[in-house]
């Protein structure tokens, strides 16, 4: 059974970084699309940088430049380098893994396209 286990979050000053790690285990798709999401108390869950298993990634406009999404094959680890953090940055941060379908170019960051979530890890960043 596919496993998300995300880890990295905490708290951090405006202009700070963090790193987020998502570590997969139990899948056994050979193509996919992994991707990291946020929601914020009484918002929306919203996508924030996507990537396929061969390493195109695509963003959200509100982090382009700022955040980097990426993946060790290797490791079973999808990463979310965050620089420049803004306090609007808060929130829960999920990754997410759902099996390529062949039209997935770059992958989508719709939620109800994936179907393996994890637990989440909270980013704070104050003003």
């Known amino acids: 059974q596919a496993q998300l286990v995300e880890s990295g979050g905490g708290s951090v000053q405006a202009g700070g970084s963090l790193r987020l790690s998502c570590s997969a285990s139990g899948y056994t798709y050979s193509t996919y699309c992994m991707a990291w999401f946020r929601q914020a108390p009484g918002k929306e869950r919203e996508g924030v940088a996507s990537?396929?298993?061969?390493?195109?990634?695509t963003y959200a406009d509100s982090v382009k430049g700022r955040f980097t999404s990426s993946l060790d094959n290797a490791k079973n680890t999808l990463y979310l380098q965050m620089n420049s953090l803004k306090p609007e940055d808060t929130a829960m941060y999920y990754c997410?893994?759902?099996?390529?379908?062949?039209?997935?170019?770059?992958?989508?960051?719709?939620?109800?396209?994936?179907?393996?979530w994890g637990q989440g890890t909270q980013v704070t960043v104050s003003s």
């Open positions: 997410a893994l759902v099996r390529r379908s062949w039209w997935y170019s770059p992958c989508p960051m719709m939620p109800t396209t994936y179907n393996i």
């Open positions: 990537i396929t298993n061969d390493g195109i990634t």
